[in-house]
């Protein structure tokens, strides 16, 4: 019989609850509005030529490098930041390599750094989520090969400093350091460019968030030239689809479109965390399009009540460290103003009183 490799087959299966989501979808951290009209339009003109031939990557890539002030040869476009994840485990992981992994963060890490056979390690986040730098820079030895850092982090919208951030880099010169920023457009701080200070730095950017673009699947991943020529000969020439690679440039042209979105999510995000301390709920300041709370015992009820009433949000109780948590995402300025009227209706009525949530 068939089996897959042993490393695959104690793979822990990740299944995101993807059926049945219907309603105000605040349970992904996706764009709850959608793309620019201006993607629209350009879908609108797609043609079976354009669907017959295969997608040209590269002058798309010149494009995006313009955009984020690289150069072309630092950049590779990929299906998603989820491809862009693979490809550098695909890179540089062999068997036995290990691999750091602060958790909780985004499951992807450990499903494409596990499959090559690595050691994972996971090292708990430290207090109040905050990147446990020293603990990291601890466990880093010569077999560490990758250390993956969502920035700001997901479920907890944690973020670490630019200099923790170079610090753990420089300290690991033969692990590739993936500084995934998929929330970047949310908190404003990037370490665009600095792989050429530190050439095992790699930062990925994706279109699946504030540009509304997840059912398309494209990201970005960059890094130092020679680095990432290793990377492109593990990618096919064709990861990216032509009806993606023909949006992006209108995407990325209607800077107001997404700048408005991200005002408003930013806002949205400030009301809610205002609104949470008002009732005593605990939760994590954060630095993207969503926050993390804690419900404690009430929180299946919660995430049932707000089903009950439209409102999709997502139960991160399984996480490590996140016992009786949710994660709400924020949209535009009517769906917070939706999701507060909600949650205001929601809390007595699941019997949460501010002493039961405290920690
Ligand atoms: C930290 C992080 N990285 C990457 C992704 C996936 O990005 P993409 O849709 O570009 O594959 C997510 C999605 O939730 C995420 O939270």
Redesign the pocket.
């Given at each position: 019989m068939l089996n897959g490799r042993k490393a695959v087959r104690t793979l822990p299966v990740y299944h995101p609850p993807l059926s049945g989501r219907n309603g105000l979808r605040l349970d992904?951290?996706e764009n709850t509005v959608g793309c620019s009209p201006r993607v629209l339009a350009r879908l609108r003109q797609i043609g079976v030529e354009e669907l017959a031939r295969y997608p040209e990557r590269e002058p798309v890539e010149a494009v995006v490098a313009g955009y984020l002030k690289v150069k072309p040869e630092e950049l590779l476009l990929t299906n998603?930041?989820?491809?862009a994840?693979h490809l550098i485990c695909e890179t540089y992981l062999e068997p036995d390599d290990e691999v750091l992994i602060v958790v909780p963060?985004?499951s992807?890490y450990e499903i494409f750094a596990r499959a090559p056979g690595t050691r994972i390690i996971n090292i708990p986040a430290g207090v109040n989520f905050s990147y446990p730098t020293h603990t990291i820079l601890r466990h880093i030895t010569p077999a560490t090969r990758l250390i993956a850092i969502?920035n700001p982090?997901?479920p907890t919208g944690a973020a670490a400093l630019e200099e923790e951030l170079m610090l753990v880099a420089r300290s690991a010169p033969n692990a590739a350091v993936l500084v995934?920023e998929?929330?970047f457009e949310f908190h404003g701080h990037t370490l665009l460019g600095k792989w050429r200070e530190l050439p095992n730095l790699f930062v990925?950017h994706?279109?699946?968030?504030a540009y509304g673009l997840?059912g398309l699947?494209?990201?970005v991943l960059m890094g130092d030239a020679q680095q990432m020529s290793a990377v492109r000969r593990v990618a096919s020439p064709y990861n990216v689809n032509s009806v993606a690679l023909a949006c992006l440039p209108e995407a990325l042209e209607d800077e107001a479109y997404v700048a408005h979105y991200v005002n408003e999510v930013c806002d949205g995000r400030e009301r809610l965390q205002r609104e949470l301390q008002n009732l005593g709920i605990p939760f994590w300041p954060s630095r993207a399009n969503f926050v993390l709370m804690r419900m404690g015992e009430a929180n299946a009820g919660f995430v049932q009540a707000m089903r009950d009433r439209g409102i999709l949000v997502r139960d991160r109780s399984r996480d490590p460290g996140c016992e009786g948590c949710v994660r709400i995402t924020l949209g535009s300025l009517e769906q917070t103003d939706r999701l507060l009227a909600v949650l205001r209706e929601v809390l007595p009525k699941i019997g949460v009183t501010v002493q039961e949530v405290r920690p």
């Open positions: 992904f951290n998603g930041v989820d491809e994840i963060t985004f992807m969502a982090n997901n995934d998929a929330y990925a994706t279109f699946s968030k997840a699947r494209a990201g």
